[in-house]
T-cell receptor, first 113, second 114 residues
């Protein structure tokens, strides 16, 4: 069973479109995250939710809107896609405990053309 | 703000040779330290972590890492590298009050020569 699953794995879309990436975890974790990995493989956190409540928003453009319908799901909706949004987006989850590790999904490679 | 430095962008080793990947962090208190591995087209897999206690930690796939507070380092080691270890390795730091977010280093790409 996949612990953290994201769909789709690949997403190619045109500039200006709106798209969503879905994420689900079956680990029973309270906290979920979205990370962005750029073309140089640098990973940076975008958002973190704990029990459906937004707790971290790292200066991400407001075209990006996370939504957590329940603590097992954290979706990422992106409006008006730009070329610079092309990246790999990783969903992750962890327990809400100090020092706990994050479990990552397989990533969604978004290409904006 | 906390930061993580991985000074080596690329490392090439021969199969069977020993490996050490460097990681330095900047943070005022003791952080939580992690090493993750990313194979091509894959997500990140946790190799090991340091939270407290013994400064030499053992991980999966024969990896170990040593936390050295005086050097602000958390270097990853493996005594004998296998061809399947070729991947991207990321050091990451978390800290109390950070909401469990991870700050990652820029990664080290490991190539293994047969």
């Amino acid at each position: 069973d996949t612990a953290v699953s994201q769909t789709p794995k690949y997403l190619v879309t045109q500039m200006g479109n709106d798209k969503s990436i879905k994420c689900e975890q079956n680990l029973g974790h309270d906290t979920m995250y979205w990370y962005k990995q750029d073309s140089k493989k640098f990973l940076k956190i975008m958002f973190s939710y704990n029990n459906k409540e937004l707790i971290i928003n790292e200066t991400v453009p407001n075209r990006f809107s996370p939504k957590s319908p329940d603590k097992a799901h954290l979706n990422l909706h992106i409006n008006s896609l730009e070329l610079g949004d092309s990246a790999v987006y990783f969903c992750a989850s962890s327990q809400n405990r100090r020092g706990t590790e994050a479990f990552f999904g397989q990533g969604t490679r978004l290409t904006v053309v | 703000a906390q930061s993580v430095t991985q000074p080596d962008i690329h490392i090439t080793v021969s199969e069977g040779a020993s490996l050490e990947l460097r990681c330095n962090y900047s943070y005022g208190a003791t952080p939580y330290l992690f090493w993750y591995v990313q194979s091509p087209g894959q997500g990140l897999q946790l190799l090991l972590k340091y939270f407290s206690g013994d400064t030499l930690v053992q991980g999966i796939k024969g990896f170990e890492a040593e936390f050295k507070r005086s050097q602000s380092s958390f270097n990853l080691r493996k005594p004998s590298v296998h061809w399947s270890d070729a991947a991207e390795y990321f050091c990451a730091v978390g800290f109390t009050g950070g909401g469990n977010k991870l700050t990652f280093g820029t990664g080290t790409q490991l190539k293994v020569e047969l």
